[in-house]
Structures are given as C-alpha cells and as structure tokens.
C-alpha cells in the first residue's frame, strides 16, 4: 500500500497491513487502544498513527503494545476530567 497521497487507511487496508483480522481493530478501536476517526458508523484510521507505531517499533526494537497505549490513553483522560473538576 503506497501511503504518499494518502490521509487514511480502511479499517480493512489497516488490518491487511497488520495482518490481522479487522475484527481485531474494531475491538482496539471500541477499547480506545487504536486511533481511528469515527463518522457515524465508519470509522478510519490516519496513515500517521499506522507510520508511528512503525516509526516506534523500529526505533525502540520492542513491541508496541496497544493495551499499554489504552491504558495510558483512560489514565490522562481520568486525569483530565479529574484535575478540571
């Protein structure tokens, strides 16, 4: 998949790229694990999340874990709500 022109992946172009399932991304998409745009009932996901998470396992040699990014996306969400009340 040539991202050049491109601004966002299918959730099936994602999964094809990630070889897996696009069930798989739906579910890290509902559990906010995964960067998606939502328009109603389609989502989207940005070539840049897809490039960072590459850019990221390729400079830290590590696995990127989309739980540990749930995590720490509900932990500054609770902050947020918690620090502006």
């Known amino acids: 998949m040539n991202n050049i022109d491109r601004t966002f992946y299918t959730v ?6 990630l ?7 739906y579910r890290a998409i509902r559990d906010d694990a995964f960067p998606a745009v939502r328009l109603r009932n ?3 996901i940005p070539v840049a999340a897809i490039d960072a ?3 990221q396992a390729s400079q830290t040699g590590t696995c990127v874990d989309v739980a540990e990014i ?3 996306r509900r ?4 902050f947020r ?3 502006s009340g």
């Open 81 to 83: 709500v918690l620090s």
């Open 75 to 78: 932990m500054a969400r609770e």
């Open 53 to 55: 998470m590459i850019e």
């Open 19 to 25: 070889r897996v399932d696009p069930a798989t991304i």
């Open 12 to 17: 099936s172009e994602a999964a094809a790229l």
């Open 70 to 72: 749930a995590r720490e």
């Open 42 to 44: 389609r989502c989207v």
